[in-house]
């Protein structure tokens, strides 16, 4: 018998065995005599029952998750000496860590050669992926000590319990009793965190204010908002004998285009979800694209797949959201009546809403504007000089539809053609 990856031997009982226990639950399970020389030499144990009582005792206070299941404790006679075997399997659950040291690397062993050696950060990431699957909101968070004032709070506005029972049922804890990510963006600790930058005119050249927000999502959206509200300006105007105030931008516009970022964005990736104020315009960039299967056109219909489900009932629960993919519709459905409309950008990556100022006035003439004649009018600015195919990527519609819109607004006299042939592009007219 020679000590290797999956065998170890310990002269007596240290509390140290728990870091080898660990160390075979992540790799490829192993044996743990205690009894037993460095050479392989049974030497016995006296009292064998308090030893197994003993670790049992670290397997399950220590260790985390539960190991309890993926170990066999029993006792042996090895050449006339009693010594204490511990055959632990490969866990279900991995990483397995320390209970007093969390997921972190000095927490986190595993196997090399006949030693128990710290994981690496890379290691512990790829075994929570492997048994967690992709779901990042499902995975177990790499910090477990974690707080939830903000979210207590909110829940306790909407008459809503907000006990162990209903963190595990809303995932936030998961089947192993640790912390998922989705507690962790719910909690003080949130890592993710949300930027706002407000500018002079309408380019990025000079900035006025920025802003970091963090902790819980559910305070970043509430600080956003607020921050956000202080820049959508009033503004006054007559209809006859009456004076009629509006808003720069439509509340509930804002509303849903935060919710939508904030609750459909990636947070695999750690870079931040960011706002841009303009004079004319809010735009809001949030990170990961469409989720594979559905097209911009579908989120225009109200079709919605969620990529982070458990998120979205929390927000669901919490009436902030009234139900899976109204909230592009909805988006769209403040702006009717008004000369602009929100245009919607999407990369392989990341996801841009831009909601125009109501008080911008594009040019009309005595028949209405279509929505899509207004889509169109409001690329088509600031010198903006764009090709029937970019036109209809940036928008998502078809290529007739897009044909037919440019065809009525060259018609109106309010964009000229620029180029001829496969070069033809288009630009507002000089009047506008």
Do not use: W
Not at 64 to 92: S, Y
Not at 135 to 158: G, I, M, P
Not at 214 to 232: E, H, P, T, V
Not at 382 to 402: A, F, H, N, P, Y
């Amino acid at each position: 018998m020679i000590e290797d990856k999956n065998t170890e031997f310990k002269r007596e009982y240290v509390d140290e065995i728990k870091k080898t226990l660990i160390a075979f639950a992540n790799t490829e399970g192993g044996i743990l005599y205690i009894g037993i020389a460095d050479n392989g030499k049974p030497l016995g144990i006296e009292d064998a029952d308090d030893v197994i009582l003993r670790i049992g005792n670290v397997i399950r206070d220590a260790i985390r998750p539960d190991l309890t299941m993926f170990c066999d404790i029993v006792a042996e006679n090895m050449q006339g000496k009693t010594v204490v075997k511990v055959a632990v399997n490969r866990g279900m659950a991995r990483p397995y860590y320390l209970a007093s040291k969390g997921i972190r690397p000095e927490g986190v062993y595993v196997r090399l050669g006949a030693a128990s050696v710290p994981a690496s950060e890379s290691m512990i990431l790829s075994m929570i992926r492997e048994t967690a699957g992709d779901s990042y909101e499902e995975a177990r968070s790499l910090v477990q000590d974690l707080t939830f004032h903000e979210a207590e709070t909110v829940f306790v506005d909407k008459c809503i319990s907000f006990g162990e029972t209903q963190k595990r049922s809303l995932g936030l804890i998961g089947e192993d009793g640790t912390y998922t990510n989705l507690a962790l963006l719910l909690s003080e600790q949130c890592t993710h965190t949300l930027k706002i930058a407000v500018f002079e005119g309408e380019q990025k050249t000079v900035f006025k204010d920025r802003r970091e927000f963090g902790g819980s999502l559910l305070k970043q959206l509430n600080d956003a908002y607020r921050f956000i509200d202080q820049f959508n300006h009033t503004h006054a105007h007559t209809e006859g004998l009456y004076r009629v105030d509006s808003r720069a931008y439509p509340t509930e516009a804002i509303r849903e285009a935060l919710l939508n970022a904030i609750v459909h964005r990636e947070y695999g990736f750690s870079a931040s979800t960011l706002i841009s104020i303009f004079e004319n315009r809010i735009e809001i960039v949030s990170i990961g694209g469409l989720v594979r299967g559905i097209s911009q056109s579908d989120i225009m219909l109200g079709v919605s797949i969620t990529r982070n489900r458990k998120l979205a009932e929390v927000f669901y629960r919490l009436h902030l959201i009234e139900a899976y993919g109204t909230g592009i519709p909805k988006i769209m459905e403040t702006y009717r009546g008004y000369e602009v409309t929100p245009v919607i950008e999407i990369s392989d990556n990341a996801f841009k809403i831009t909601l125009p100022n109501t008080n911008q006035k594009l040019p009309r003439e005595d028949t209405p504007l279509t929505e899509n004649e207004y889509s169109v009018l409001s690329l088509l600015k600031e010198d903006c000089i764009l090709s029937r195919r970019e036109i209809q990527k940036m928008l998502g519609l078809s290529q007739t539809t897009v044909i037919v819109t440019l065809a009525s607004l060259l018609e109106k006299k309010l964009i000229v053609k620029v180029g001829n042939g496969n070069r033809t592009k288009y630009r507002r007219a000089s009047k506008a």
